[in-house]
C-alpha cells in the first residue's frame, strides 16, 4: 500500500501546481495564518469534547496546512525547504532534546526532562534571554503564563501582584472564579481584558530584562 503521507503531498503539489486549482495557487504564508489558527482550535474543541471522529478530522486539517506552508516554501527563490526538510528537522531536534532516550543521560523524572529541554532548547537558539523564542503573537493568558514559566526556569524571582487573591480559597474552581471575577471587573470598567492583559505581559518582559542586566 502506498504512503498515504505521500499520497497528500501529490495532492498538495497538484493542487499548486499550473493547472491546478487557482485559490490554492494564490496563497500564501500570510493568508493561511488564520486558518492554522482556526483549525488548532478546533482540534482543541475535539478533544476537550472527547470527539474521536472530529479529532481525526481537525488532525488532517492542521496536517494539511502543514503540507501547505511546506508547498510553499518549497518554491522560496533563494532559501526554499519542503517537507521532508521539515520533518528531518523536527525528528533531528526530537532526539537531541531526548538525550535520556537517544544518549547515555540519567534522569530522575519529568522535572528533570523538562529542565534538561529548556537549558539545551536555550543553547541550540544561543538565547541570552529568558524572553527570547516567546511568541508574542499569541493570546495574552499563555503569553502571560509562559513568561512566568520562562522567569521561574531560569531562577528569575518575579515580584507578581498575589496580595488580592490572599482570600481567595485554593483550588481550580474558585481560582477560576477569580479570575472571571477580574475579567468582570475589568469590562465594567471599560477595559478590554485581553489588552489589559497583554500590556502586563510586557510589563512582565521588560522586568525579567532589567533583571537579566543586573
Not at 508547498?71 to 521532508?84: G, N
Not at 526530537?94 to 536555550?122: C, M, Y
Not at 544561543?126 to 531560569?154: C, F, H, M, W
Not at 490572599?166 to 479570575?179: K, P
Request: proline letters at 4%.
Amino acid at each position: 500500500m502506498a504512503s498515504q503521507l505521500l499520497r497528500l503531498l501529490e495532492v498538495m503539489d497538484r493542487l499548486r501546481s499550473p493547472g491546478g486549482c487557482p485559490w490554492d495557487a494564490e496563497q500564501t504564508h500570510q493568508s493561511l495564518i488564520k486558518y492554522l489558527l482556526e483549525e488548532s482550535y478546533e482540534f482543541v474543541d475535539a478533544v476537550d469534547e472527547d470527539d474521536r471522529q472530529a479529532m481525526r478530522e481537525e488532525l488532517g486539517d492542521i496536517l494539511l496546512q502543514v503540507y501547505f506552508h511546506s508547498r510553499i516554501a518549497q518554491e522560496h527563490p533563494t532559501d526554499p525547504f519542503s517537507i521532508e526538510d521539515v520533518a528531518e528537522g523536527i525528528a533531528e531536534k526530537l532526539i537531541r532534546r531526548h538525550p535520556h532516550v537517544f544518549g547515555d543521560v540519567e534522569v530522575s523524572g519529568t522535572d528533570e526532562v523538562l529542565a534538561n529541554w529548556e537549558q539545551l532548547k536555550a543553547a541550540e537558539k544561543n538565547r541570552k534571554s529568558a524572553t527570547d523564542g516567546v511568541a508574542l503573537a499569541q493570546p495574552a493568558l499563555p503569553l502571560i503564563t509562559k513568561l512566568i514559566y520562562r522567569a521561574e526556569k531560569n531562577g528569575i524571582k518575579l515580584d507578581l501582584p498575589t496580595a488580592d487573591l490572599n482570600n481567595v480559597v485554593s483550588g481550580e474552581v474558585a481560582i477560576g472564579d477569580a479570575l472571571v471575577a477580574a475579567v468582570v471587573a475589568a469590562i465594567q470598567q471599560g477595559i478590554e481584558p485581553e489588552d489589559l492583559l497583554r500590556s502586563r505581559a510586557r510589563d512582565i518582559a521588560a522586568e525579567i530584562k532589567r533583571i537579566e542586566s543586573l
